[in-house]
């Protein structure tokens, strides 16, 4: 018997550990049934306990085609209301967007059928049996469905009930079941992403787990009093606190009520990159509060220059510098945050998915902390030990400003906003994130610009 694809791994976790963690984490979902090949069942129930999944209320045994197991899964919600919000979703679709959850939800508060599709950046063609065009769509109407699909469960149990009375039967999904059998009824189309991809073909295997890689992740952003509320009494560590990024989170933690110790190599002759220096900065902070909360290395070399060009002095401080101390700073920290189940934030460069010309041990080294990062989130997931990093569009800093020279202020970001978007993360539950900061969200832009220009061009 072959394995389910679900349960392949991508970034080192089976794919259905994936895409269950997105529902556990969805406020707006309270519970998860789980359909499961039948000869997979324990292994499902397996990831389910390992990785506490609270929602998962039971893992069932699915049927011999979809629409099968979709009626098996509404079999057993029938003492739910029927306005209770349902949402269906595809196991192998592990890049599913918070967002899509949410608008989902939403969208049934007036609908009773909502779809997830993206436009189609193809032409389409219908073709005969004998493979000659018969017709071209305009591609202005056409959409590539998603998943989830969404329904107040009344709707979709009344539309299954009709069409297992046609002999005829057939459908892909579950919208065309309320389509085809509950004809009057509006299904609504959420915008999907293009990455809520399905993993389907060997090569889909490779492009997710890369994806996963480059994923990046939104922050909720918490009010002022969730600032003192949560900093209060707190202490953080601040690993190149004495200007630029560093300092500007000191500054927002310790406006909130946190303790705050702050170590570079001008101000307190800390260097990072030396173990020792780490060791002995940490200790002093625990000593003085008995607890560490959060610590934040924001400290980071940026030569310019050739590699062939560069001499060993500078390949090795680099080096050190950007990658080594970070590693040093995880390992030292760990004791200290395992006590308070507290958070490790790295910095990492948006020159760390194609390295740069010229920054080249740069890049690579902001590469290395991504996979570090992520590797660590895994690591310390059962010590409560929560690890993220943040990737700061090009940001107005004296590191900066020292390899590029002067630039217009408006063509880069704040050090403010990347610093109250680093508290956010700190107060989240994320782990193993990277969370971008930009100064214009493209996705919103990019929506922003279609809603004006109409419905776009064929």
Same mark, same amino acid.
């Given at each position: 018997?072959?394995?389910?694809?679900?349960?392949?791994?991508?970034?080192?976790?089976?794919?259905?550990?994936?895409?269950?963690?997105?529902?556990?984490?969805?406020?707006?979902?309270? #519970?998860?049934?789980?359909?499961?090949?039948?000869?997979?069942?324990?292994?499902?129930?397996?990831?389910?306990?390992?990785?506490?999944?609270?929602?998962?209320?039971?893992?069932?045994?699915?049927?011999?085609?979809?629409?099968?197991?979709?009626?098996?899964?509404?079999?057993?919600?029938?003492?739910?209301?029927?306005? @209770?919000?349902?949402?269906?979703?595809?196991?192998? /679709?592990?890049?599913?967007?918070?967002?899509?959850?949410?608008?989902?939800?939403?969208?049934?508060?007036?609908?009773?059928?909502?779809?997830? !599709?993206?436009?189609?950046?193809?032409?389409?063609?219908?073709?005969?049996?004998?493979?000659?065009?018969?017709?071209?769509?305009?591609?202005?109407?056409?959409?590539?469905?998603?998943?989830?699909?969404?329904?107040?469960?009344? @709707?979709?149990?009344?539309?299954?009930?009709?069409?297992?009375?046609?002999?005829? $039967?057939?459908?892909?999904?579950?919208?065309?079941?309320?389509?085809?059998?509950?004809?009057?009824?509006?299904?609504?189309?959420?915008?999907?992403?293009?990455?809520?991809?399905?993993?389907?073909?060997?090569?889909?295997?490779?492009?997710?787990?890369?994806?996963?890689?480059?994923?990046?992740? @939104?922050?909720?952003?918490?009010?002022?009093?969730?600032?003192?509320?949560?900093?209060?009494?707190?202490?953080?560590?601040?690993?190149?606190?004495?200007?630029?990024?560093?300092?500007?989170?000191?500054?927002?933690?310790?406006?909130?009520?946190?303790?705050? $110790?702050?170590?570079?190599?001008? !101000?307190?002759?800390?260097?990072?990159?030396?173990?020792?220096?780490?060791?002995?900065?940490?200790?002093?902070?625990?000593? !003085?509060?008995?607890?560490?909360?959060?610590?934040?290395? @924001?400290?980071?070399?940026?030569?310019?220059?050739?590699?062939?060009?560069?001499?060993?002095?500078?390949?090795?401080?680099?080096?050190?510098v950007n990658y080594l101390a970070p590693v040093h700073i995880a390992k030292a920290s760990f004791p200290y945050l395992s006590r308070t189940r507290g958070q490790l934030l790295l910095y990492t460069?948006?020159?760390?998915? /194609?390295?740069?010309?010229?920054?080249?041990?740069?890049?690579?080294?902001?590469?290395?902390?991504?996979?570090?990062?992520?590797?660590?989130?895994?690591?310390?997931?059962?010590?409560?030990?929560?690890?993220?990093?943040?990737?700061?569009?090009?940001?107005?800093?004296?590191? /900066?400003?020292?390899?590029?020279? #002067?630039?217009?202020?408006?063509?880069?970001?704040?050090?403010?906003?990347?610093?109250?978007?680093?508290?956010?993360?700190?107060?989240?539950?994320?782990?193993?994130?990277?969370?971008?900061?930009?100064?214009?969200?493209?996705?919103?832009?990019?929506?922003?610009?279609?809603?004006?220009?109409?419905?776009?061009?064929?």
């Amino acid at each position: 018997m072959s394995t389910p694809k679900q349960l392949l791994k991508i970034a080192g976790k089976p794919i259905l550990e994936h895409t269950l963690a997105l529902f556990e984490e969805a406020p707006d979902v309270d #519970e998860i049934v789980l359909m499961m090949n039948p000869g997979f069942v324990k292994d499902a129930e397996e990831i389910v306990r390992k990785a506490g999944f609270t929602k998962v209320s039971r893992v069932l045994p699915g049927g011999t085609s979809r629409n099968a197991t979709t009626q098996l899964a509404l079999d057993v919600l029938t003492d739910y209301d029927p306005t @209770t919000k349902v949402l269906f979703h595809d196991a192998v /679709r592990p890049l599913l967007s918070q967002r899509i959850i949410a608008d989902c939800v939403k969208a049934l508060d007036d609908y009773s059928a909502v779809d997830v !599709a993206i436009p189609s950046s193809d032409t389409i063609i219908e073709v005969d049996d004998n493979d000659i065009i018969t017709d071209v769509p305009r591609r202005s109407r056409l959409r590539r469905g998603q998943t989830p699909q969404g329904f107040r469960l009344g @709707t979709i149990k009344d539309a299954y009930a009709k069409a297992w009375e046609d002999p005829a $039967f057939e459908a892909t999904d579950d919208c065309t079941v309320v389509l085809r059998y509950l004809p009057g009824t509006p299904i609504f189309v959420v915008p999907g992403d293009e990455h809520n991809m399905k993993v389907t073909q060997p090569v889909d295997i490779f492009i997710a787990d890369k994806l996963f890689q480059l994923a990046s992740s @939104t922050t909720p952003e918490f009010g002022e009093e969730d600032y003192r509320q949560r900093l209060t009494g707190s202490t953080m560590v601040v690993f190149g606190g004495s200007y630029g990024i560093g300092a500007g989170v000191a500054d927002l933690a310790e406006q909130y009520g946190a303790r705050v $110790f702050r170590y570079s190599r001008s !101000a307190t002759r800390t260097h990072v990159e030396n173990p020792a220096d780490v060791a002995a900065a940490l200790a002093q902070a625990y000593s !003085a509060t008995g607890r560490i909360d959060y610590v934040v290395n @924001t400290a980071g070399v940026l030569r310019i220059g050739r590699l062939d060009q560069t001499d060993e002095a500078t390949i090795e401080e680099a080096l050190r510098v950007n990658y080594l101390a970070p590693v040093h700073i995880a390992k030292a920290s760990f004791p200290y945050l395992s006590r308070t189940r507290g958070q490790l934030l790295l910095y990492t460069s948006s020159s760390y998915t /194609r390295g740069r010309a010229d920054y080249s041990l740069y890049s690579s080294a902001k590469a290395a902390t991504v996979n570090l990062t992520q590797a660590l989130a895994d690591e310390w997931a059962a010590d409560g030990v929560r690890i993220n990093c943040i990737n700061p569009e090009r940001t107005q800093t004296p590191m /900066r400003t020292q390899a590029f020279g #002067e630039e217009p202020a408006h063509t880069l970001l704040s050090a403010e906003k990347v610093a109250r978007t680093s508290l956010d993360v700190l107060l989240s539950d994320l782990t193993g994130h990277v969370i971008d900061v930009r100064r214009e969200d493209p996705v919103a832009a990019s929506r922003q610009e279609a809603e004006s220009t109409g419905k776009g061009s064929e």
